[in-house]
Nanobody, 123 residues
Framework: QVQLVESGGGLVQAGDSLRLSCAASGRTVSSYTMGWFRQAPGKEREVVAVVSWTTVTTYYADSVKGRFTISRDNAKNTVYLQMNSLKPEDTAVYYC????????????????WGQGTQVTVSS
């Protein structure tokens, strides 16, 4: 089993930056693909960014390309999401997910999930 715990969310203004962290425990996730998803009120959960276990391959949703960066430190069993130039439409609960598949981009393809961290961007 893999347990994931997100942190780093908060209330910021448009244009600000935040860095989310996702710490894994229970099993090393160095061989897992790690992803960040988000879900806004009344909307479906959507992929934000994904990183392969080697860090060579990444995927970003069009809405965050050029603003968000996903990274991971396998020695610390942690994945990060650096979010710059935040917009009000980035407001959502952000979830970390893990799976052994190669760069899955759909939520139902992930086996493990964290509880989420709220990000609120005011205009």
């Amino acid at each position: 089993q893999v347990q994931l715990v997100e942190s780093g969310g908060g209330l910021v203004q448009a244009g600000d930056s935040l860095r989310l962290s996702c710490a894994a425990s229970g099993r090393t996730v160095s061989s897992y693909t790690m992803g960040w998803f988000r879900q806004a009120p009344g909307k479906e959960r959507e992929v934000v960014a994904v990183v392969s276990w080697t860090t060579v391959t990444t995927y970003y949703a069009d809405s965050v390309k050029g603003r968000f960066t996903i990274s991971r430190d396998n020695a610390k069993n942690t994945v990060y999401l650096q979010m710059n130039s935040l917009k009000p439409e980035d407001t959502a609960v952000y979830y970390c997910a893990a799976d052994r598949a190669f760069i899955p981009t759909k939520s139902d393809e992930y086996s493990y999930w964290g509880q989420g961290t709220q990000v609120t961007v005011s205009s």
